[in-house]
């Protein structure tokens, strides 16, 4: 269950869809509240929500833009590429 005595209000929530996707989803959107916290939920169950740090999400993107997770998705193409440099965290789950 989520607990809501640690997340701030309001956030600014970001849904991680391509831009010219319009259906309803469902899809992950993320938050970067204060206290160096990132909120991270999804559109059919907005009320769940995952927080953790800024440093723990910015080693999850930079793992993910490294092909260290692509063993979870089948037909991952890519596999053991490294990252292309440094990464905006809070913009590269947009693809911005």
Do not use: Y
Request: charged content about 30%; proline content about 8%.
């Amino acid at each position: 269950m989520a607990d809501d005595t640690h997340r701030p209000e309001p956030l600014t929530w970001v849904r991680a869809a391509p831009d010219d996707e319009r259906g309803p989803g469902p899809w992950i959107e993320l938050a970067f509240g204060p206290d160096d916290t990132v909120h991270l939920r999804t559109t059919d169950a907005p009320d769940n929500v995952v927080t953790t740090t800024h440093a723990k999400w910015e080693a999850f993107v930079l793992g993910a833009r490294a092909g260290e997770f692509d063993h979870f998705v089948e037909g991952a193409e890519g596999e053991g590429q490294a990252s292309a440099g440094p990464v905006d965290s809070k913009r590269s789950v947009t693809g911005d």
